[in-house]
Every structure is written in structure tokens, then in C-alpha cells.
């Protein structure tokens, strides 16, 4: 805890001759882009231009974050499988127009998580394990997989689908991809024909934005460029200097206050440009805020402090204004839209008194906000406003509801397919969604209530994914998990040396019994993967060819410039070796029909899986057509913007934004619900005084699976950290760095606190996601009942002090990060 982190003080610079690849950031929805260059150890390029790769002359000093300054973190030196060793640099594209050279504390750090046998990386697997001898060992990718097709073979056709559950990736980026979803969606879809399957951070399989889908609006309707144009930015839920940073620093920043942008006027030729201005919708004072604030001072971006959950009636009051100040776009709700009078009735339905009372919000304040959304410039020309929301409103009080009242305050005032307009989301993860059809209804079944009860599901696989931590009422997952799996332990403790018939009729038998039988398909040996059966060592970002989109559906190449440790296979791989044997077994019992679902799956490259996924992605925003790797390649990391309407001369041409054309859109009317049976009952509780909000922390990446080998990470986040307001901490006897303990019915976590006024006196904010500490003990089972999407958001608990930690103090600092 007290360890200094003494990082490397030189970096060797890329001599002329490097390999170079082209690549995208791994992490968020941004999607940087990134060159690779890797050379053989013991050599180096010099300093002047022509002595190096990047044609840099290092005898002067180069700025950072300007892609030609290359950190300590962006390099490593790797083995390939043949032994041999590499330098490798991983450096943001200066020529990338996204990221023009610029990175996050996130994205400039990839040296530091390649793998290497000498570095805090050496511990990914390596090779597949099997539970046996009461732990975790070693075996071979044959024995795993005959073992793991044996065990959903028989439950399969004992039990039916529905006994095989998963919870799989189904994003872009590191961890995922058109080529790996594909192949799963492959798998349980077309082949075992699932039900019970969800996704990574979610309890079902759903959209994140039924809402917006069902008012026709694709999830991410604008470009980057928008953000550039728009006369008002409204970020509801949404941490963007945090979570988005790139996208925020290098496009909805410069647009603030009085930026003048060429494009601006050449876009929209004799129209004015107000002074972009921001509004915020958050419970608490992020960075966002205080950063925006001090970019382009406080006349321009309005920090709406709601209570948290609350959002519906404040979208909704904000429509009612709107449409009685005249502002709402007229034409474009004639021409574009249906279902106007319902939605109508909804927001005048809800009094403005009513409206104040829940959210916190004052008249004035939404007065401002309505004004600067929808009132018509000094020109009468309309403001164009872009709507972006991420996970304070998906994962808030109620997704489909929501997401709906923010969708409809964007066709009441026309804001779709303009210039400098939109409605969509962020954000989280890039995007390579591509599967045949889910087998199940709306709304989907929550696989994780189901594995908790026991019964149900008898196999869970597990991918890309550390539910006992991410999961909604994490602490009785957990409890759950360990009580079936440990079942199956028992069962296969009672066959050393069995045969593999011999095991799998031990395992049934424990399955029988509510045993649960797990897989885990990770990159490193996760807490999750602790009470696996079988864990499965996948390849990671770099060590496959892959291909994703960003938030303004940017398709790029993921190029492999490294081999993956030890005998790891790229997902796909895995899925497919499952199939095989699948496919084999039952056509050797004769079953053809059975054995047919599983063909298919005889790729020899990435490639031909991408080229396969295409079919899964027909007429949706990604649709990339008949997009091909050397065509991608050629357009290096600037890529194309999907959906590709044709191929020309060899060249995908994409699409900037969408719904420039006449498409129609539908108001789904959205009430104020009231809070959920769980929540009412923990406010109604005197035990449980304190809102808990939560999210991300700008230096973290999810459950920190890379950060933990980042210790310059880890030094400034030893334990997750809990924001308290200093009048709640004063009256708990609670100081910086101590550590506290939340509690409520579903759970109890510990933290470190914070001391700092970012949130209102009783309410707290926690970072989401922390290996030693999971908040999701704390949150609820409510799902929305429409689309079973969580409210992750929201729970309330007692907060005790446990005591002081000594050495926090003397290494942390606890400067509020909420101040520019
Ligand atoms: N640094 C970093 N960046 C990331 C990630 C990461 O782990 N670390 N993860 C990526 C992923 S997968 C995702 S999904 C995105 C998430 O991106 P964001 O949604 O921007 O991030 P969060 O911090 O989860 O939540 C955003 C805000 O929601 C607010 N909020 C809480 N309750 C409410 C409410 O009731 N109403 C409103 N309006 N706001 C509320 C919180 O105070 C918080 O500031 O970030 C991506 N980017
Ligand atoms: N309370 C609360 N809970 C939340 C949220 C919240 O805001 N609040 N947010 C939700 C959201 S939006 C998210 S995204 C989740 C995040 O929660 P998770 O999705 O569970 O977290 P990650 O850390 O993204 O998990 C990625 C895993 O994939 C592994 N991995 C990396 N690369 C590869 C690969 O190539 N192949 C395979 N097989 N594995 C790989 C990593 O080691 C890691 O274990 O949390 C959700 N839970
Ligand atoms: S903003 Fe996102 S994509 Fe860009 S470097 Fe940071 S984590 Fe990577
Ligand atoms: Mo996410």
C-alpha cells in the first residue's frame, strides 16, 4: 500500500525499420486510434528524422499527448511463442481524426498491458484449467473441451436449452469485436438455442435502449463532428470528461463558449452560431461540470443537480415548457413524427410544482435549460441541440422509460439528422454487435435471478465479463455461485482418475441436485473464474485481428501485432473448437439435425469470420457490408463510418450521420412512475439514510482487470473510493482515508472516504467497480420490468466508520478531482 511506483526512465525510440501496425484503443467508446511499432530487442533508432520510424526529430523536446512523444507505458518488451523478443510501442495516432494524437490516462497506457513473463502481466492463462484434485490445473485445450462438450451435450439433451446459460461480451474493442461476437451468438443462438443468455453488464439479453429503438432511433445517430456544431450540448447521466474523454476534450470542449469553427459556417451557409453551451443533468458536481465551467465559464454550461432518479419528470417538465414558450418544432413534428397527441397528454399531465418538488430543480433553472434547447436564435433559425446520454439515465430509475422522455424532447424540438443535432447515446464500450436472432421474448428472462434461485440453469459459461463483482445484488450472486459450483467441486472430487464418462455422470448427478457447472473464458484468473470448473485462456486485443466501431460508428481494423501467452486462442477459437466437438458427437449418434446447428463454424482466419458476421449486421447502424480487412487497412485508423452504403473502386463509403433523409420517428409517452416496491422500501427505512450513487473514476477501466497491473493506478486507488459530503462526514466522525463500511438488506462493502462536497448532504457516490470492494453489494434486484435493464444506480444504506488506515494519507491525495 505504502509502495512507491519507480516507473522506467528511458524509452528506446523505433528505428526506421520497425513493423508498424494500425490499431484502436482497447478500452472506451472513443476508440483513439493508435500506431504499433515493434522491432527486435536490442535495437534502436536514432534521434534525428531519418534515423527513426516516426520521422520525428528527438533532438528537441516533443510535446505530449501530440502522438510523437512516447511514455514510459507505451512501451514493453514481449516474447513471441518462438522465443524471440520484441519491442513494442503502443503510441496515439496523431493522424487519427478522432483523437488527433491524443489520449486518456486509459488509452496512453497500453505498453504496460501486453503480456510479458516479467512484468506484472505474467500472470494471464495461459493454458485451460480443469477443477480437479480440489483446485484449479492445467490440461490441454482437448481435455477441457471434451470435457466442457460432454457436460452441455448431456444437459442439453436431458434438460433442453434453456439449462445452458451464458453471460457473454457483446461489445467492440478489447474483449470483443465483430469476429468474436459472431461466434458466440453463433454458438448458443443458431446451436444450443438459449433463452437464459445475457450480457456482460446486464442480467438478460436486451437492449440498452429499447426505447429509443422502438421511436426508431438508432443508438448512435451522430458523428463527432456534431459536437462540433451544435449550438447546445445536453449530457444527461454522463461523465464525459471521465468516461468519454477524448471525445469530450477534442470535441464538445473546443465547441464551448465562444469557439468559432469553420465548418460552422460552411455547413450551414448564412446561419449563425450561438456560443455553445452545455447543459448537465447529474446528481452531483462531476469533472464534466467543473472542467467545462473553467474552459468556458459559467454563462455557458448549466449543471442541472437532480435528485437522483428523477430524470423523467425533468425531461418531461422540459417538453411541457418548451411546447408552451412555442419552441417546438412544428414542421418537423408534422412531417416526421407519429404518437404526438399521447405524448402530449403525457407532459401535461404532470404539473410544473409536481416537477420542481421531485427533481430539485428550480423554475429558473429549467427555464434556462428549455432556452437553451429550443429557443430560436436572433436569425429565427433553430438552435441545433445534441442530446447524448450514457449510464445515468440507461442504468437509472427506469431504462425504458428514461430513455424515452429524453428521446421524445428531441423529436418535439427536431433535433435528428441536422447538422449539429441528434439523440443517442455515448457510450461505454466500442461497439461489434453481430448475432443471429435471440431465441427469446420481450422482455427478456434475468439469468441471474435464475442462477441465484438454483434450479433452472445447470451450465453457466462465462465470457469477458467478472459478474460476482458487475452483476446487480452482487453479494447474493456470489453467495449463490459458491454454494452450486461448490456441488460440482464435490462431484468431480469423487472421481480422481475417473474417465471422462465417469465425471460427467458425477457432474449430472450434482446438477441434478441444483449443482451448477461453470465455465469461465477470461484473460486473467478473475474472481469470478475462482469457483469455475473449466477456465478458458482467451487471446486479447492485439493478439487477433479484430474490427469495431466507435461512438460515431468509426470501423476500423484492430491489427494482431503480438502472439497470445502460452497456448490462448482468440474467442472465436474457442467457441468454435466447442462446436466441433458438439457437431461431431451428435452426428456420431446420428443425430444430423442436431449436428447441422453446430456447422459452420470452420474459419481458418479473423477474416472469414468478419466477412461471416457481416450477416448479422444487415441494415443496422453497423452494417459494413461487403467491407473487406485490406480495404480497412488502407484506411488506416481513420476507417469508415458505418453503415456503408457501397463499395467504389475498391473504397467503402460510409455515412456520416443519420436520418438526413425523410425516415418517420415515434413520441413514446413516458409518466413519472414513482420509485420501484425495493427502493420505496429502503427510503421508507431510517437505517438506510444515505443515497448511494455510483460510476467511474477517470484513471480506472472497469473492474480494473489492467489496472491491477498498472501500478500507477493502483497506488492512487488502493481500495475504492466513497465521495462524502463533509456535513455527513463531520456528524459520522469520519476523516479522509479512513475506511467505512455500507450497508443495507441486500449487502454490506467497505471503502475509502473522500471527503469532498461534490454530491448534496446525504448522498454518496462510490466507484462502481473495485476487487477490493464491490458496490453491487449494495444495489437491489429491481430490473425494469419492460426491458429487465437494472437500476444500477440507485440504492440507499447506513454508513459506519470502521477506522483509519495508516499510510493512506501519507501516499493518496484527497484534492477533490471535481475542481479545474
Ligand atoms: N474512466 C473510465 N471511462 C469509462 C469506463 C470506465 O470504467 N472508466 N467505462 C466505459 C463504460 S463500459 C461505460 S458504460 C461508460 C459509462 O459512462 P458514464 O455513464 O458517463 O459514466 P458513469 O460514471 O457510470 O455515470 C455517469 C453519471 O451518472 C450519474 N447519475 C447517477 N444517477 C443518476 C440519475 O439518476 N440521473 C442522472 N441524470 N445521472 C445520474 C452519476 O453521478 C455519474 O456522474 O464509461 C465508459 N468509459
Ligand atoms: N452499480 C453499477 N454496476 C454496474 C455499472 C454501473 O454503472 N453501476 N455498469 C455496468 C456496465 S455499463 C458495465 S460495462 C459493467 C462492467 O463490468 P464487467 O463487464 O463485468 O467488467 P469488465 O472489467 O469490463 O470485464 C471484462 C473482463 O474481460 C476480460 N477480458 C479482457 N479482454 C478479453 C478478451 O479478449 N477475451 C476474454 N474472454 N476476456 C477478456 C477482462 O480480464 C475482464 O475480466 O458493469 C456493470 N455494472
Ligand atoms: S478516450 Fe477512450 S478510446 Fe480514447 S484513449 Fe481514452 S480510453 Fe482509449
Ligand atoms: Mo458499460
Known amino acids: 500500500m505504502s509502495a512507491i511506483y519507480h516507473g522506467d526512465d528511458r524509452v528506446p525510440i523505433p528505428p526506421s525499420d520497425a513493423q508498424q501496425f494500425s490499431t484502436v484503443c482497447s478500452y472506451c467508446i472513443v476508440g483513439c486510434g493508435y500506431k504499433v511499432y515493434k522491432w527486435p530487442l536490442g535495437k534502436e533508432g536514432g534521434a534525428l528524422p531519418h534515423q527513426n520510424a516516426l520521422q520525428v526529430d528527438y533532438t528537441k523536446q516533443q510535446p505530449e499527448q501530440s502522438g510523437t512523444w512516447i511514455s514510459p507505458a507505451m512501451h514493453n518488451v514481449i516474447t513471441e511463442r518462438n522465443g524471440r523478443r520484441f519491442n513494442v510501442v503502443v503510441l496515439p495516432d496523431k493522424d487519427c481524426i478522432v483523437n488527433k494524437g491524443n489520449h486518456s490516462v486509459r488509452g496512453g497506457t497500453h505498453g504496460d498491458v501486453l503480456y510479458a ?26 481435455e477441457a473441451i471434451e470435457l466442457g462438450a460432454r457436460v452441455i451435450k448431456a444437459s442439453l439433451d436431458k434438460w433442453g436449452p434453456d439449462t445452458i446459460a451464458m453471460k457473454f461480451f457483446d461489445h467492440g474493442g478489447g474483449g470483443g469485436g465483430f469476429e468474436n461476437n459472431w461466434a458466440v451468438g453463433k454458438f448458443f443462438f443458431t446451436g444450443i438455442g438459449t433463452k437464459m443468455a445475457s450480457i456482460h453488464n446486464r442480467p438478460a439479453y436486451n437492449s440498452e435502449v429499447f426505447a429509443s429503438g422502438d421511436a426508431g432511433i438508432a443508438p448512435l445517430p451522430s458523428a463527432y463532428l456534431d459536437a462540433e456544431l451544435a449550438d447546445t450540448i445536453m449530457l444527461i447521466g454522463a461523465n464525459s470528461y471521465e468516461t468519454q474523454s477524448i471525445y469530450f476534450l477534442e470535441h464538445i470542449l473546443p465547441n464551448l463558449g465562444g469557439a468559432t469553427i469553420d465548418q460552422k459556417q460552411r455547413l450551414i451557409p448564412g446561419e449563425t452560431h450561438a456560443s455553445g453551451k452545455l447543459i448537465v443533468v447529474d446528481p452531483r458536481r462531476t469533472a464534466t461540470v467543473a472542467v467545462a465551467e473553467a474552459h468556458a465559464g459559467k454563462e455557458n454550461v448549466l449543471h442541472l443537480q437532480i435528485n437522483n432518479g428523477t430524470d423523467i419528470a425533468l425531461l418531461n417538465a422540459l417538453s411541457r415548457l418548451i411546447y408552451e414558450q412555442r419552441w417546438a418544432d412544428q414542421n418537423f413534428i408534422t412531417q416526421r413524427t407519429n404518437n404526438f397527441p399521447a405524448f402530449q397528454q403525457v407532459f401535461q399531465s404532470q404539473s410544473l410544482d409536481e416537477a420542481i418538488r421531485l427533481t430539485g430543480i428550480s423554475k429558473a433553472q429549467m427555464m434556462t435549460a428549455a432556452e437553451w434547447i429550443a429557443k430560436p436564435k436572433a436569425d429565427t433559425a433553430r438552435r441545433r441541440t445534441l442530446f447524448l446520454y450514457e449510464k445515468g439515465l440507461i442504468w437509472g430509475l427506469k431504462n425504458y422509460e428514461n430513455v424515452a422522455s429524453a428521446v421524445d424532447l428531441a423529436l418535439l424540438t427536431g433535433n435528428l439528422g441536422k447538422p449539429g443535432t441528434g439523440c443517442g447515446r455515448l457510450g461505454g464500450h466500442q461497439e461489434g454487435y453481430s448475432r443471429p436472432a435471440y431465441p427469446g421474448q420481450r422482455p427478456p428472462v434475468n439469468v441471474d435471478e435464475v442462477a441465484i434461485k438454483g434450479g433452472a440453469s445447470k451450465v453457466f459459461w462465462v465470457a469477458g465479463c467478472n459478474p460476482v463483482g458487475g452483476t446487480l445484488n452482487a453479494q447474493s450472486f456470489r453467495v449463490a455461485l459458491a454454494q452450486r459450483t461448490a456441488l460440482v467441486n464435490q462431484a468431480l472430487g469423487s472421481t480422481n482418475g475417473g474417465s471422462l464418462d465417469e465425471k460427467v455422470s458425477a457432474i449430472m448427478n450434482a446438477l ?17 473464474a475462482q469457483y ?39 474467442d472465436w477459437k474457442i467457441m468454435a473448437r466447442m462446436a466441433h466437438r458438439l457437431e461431431s458427437a451428435y452426428r456420431a449418434e446420428g443425430k444430423t439435425e442436431m449436428a447441422a446447428r453446430f456447422a459452420g463454424f470452420a474459419w481458418n482466419t479473423d477474416e472469414e469470420v468478419f466477412r461471416a458476421a457481416s450477416a448479422g449486421v444487415k441494415g443496422a447502424q453497423e452494417d459494413y457490408g461487403e467491407t473487406t480487412y485490406a480495404m480497412l487497412q488502407a484506411l488506416g485508423t481513420n476507417g469508415v463510418q458505418t453503415p456503408v452504403q457501397e463499395i467504389r473502386n475498391g473504397v467503402p463509403m460510409g455515412t456520416t450521420r443519420l436520418y438526413t433523409d425523410d425516415k418517420m420517428f415515434t413520441f413514446i409517452p413516458a409518466p413519472w412512475p414513482g420509485f420501484p416496491r425495493q427502493i420505496q422500501t429502503l427510503i421508507d427505512d431510517a437505517r438506510y439514510p444515505f443515497w448511494v450513487n455510483n460510476g467511474r473514476a477517470n484513471h480506472g477501466w472497469q473492474t480494473l482487470y489492467d489496472d491491477l497491473r498498472k501500478p500507477y493506478v493502483m497506488g492512487r486507488e488502493p481500495l475504492p473510493h466513497v465521495e462524502i459530503h463533509p456535513q455527513d462526514a463531520g456528524q459520522l466522525g469520519i476523516t479522509n482515508g479512513e475506511l467505512v463500511e455500507l450497508f443495507n438488506p441486500y449487502g454490506s462493502v467497505t471503502a475509502m472516504a473522500v471527503i469532498v462536497d461534490a454530491n448534496a448532504p446525504g448522498h454518496v457516490f462510490m466507484l462502481f467497480e473495485h476487487p477490493k470492494g464491490w458496490l453491487n453489494n449494495l444495489t437491489t434486484d429491481y430490473v425494469d420490468p419492460a426491458t429487465t435493464i437494472p437500476y444500477y444506480k440507485g440504492t440507499k444504506a447506513g454508513i459506519r466508520r470502521i477506522g483509519g488506515l495508516p499510510g493512506m494519507n501519507e501516499c493518496l491525495s484527497f484534492v477533490p478531482t471535481n475542481r479545474a
Open 512 to 528: 441434478d441436485k441444483g449443482g451448477l457447472f461453470l465455465i469461465v473464458q477470461d484473460i486473467y484468473p478473475i474472481e469470478t
Open 117 to 142: 513473463s516479467d512484468r506484472p502481466t505474467a500472470d494471464r492463462l495461459t493454458h485451460p484449467q480443469l477443477y480437479r484434485g480440489g483446485g484449479q490445473f492445467p490440461t490441454t485445450w482437448d
Open 532 to 570: 469455475a470448473h473449466l477456465v478458458l485462456p482467451a487471446a486479447q486485443w492485439g493478439e487477433m485481428n479484430l474490427t469495431s466501431i466507435n461512438g460515431e460508428r468509426r470501423l476500423r481494423l484492430y491489427q494482431k501485432f503480438m502472439d497470445a501467452p502460452g497456448i490462448a486462442e482468440p
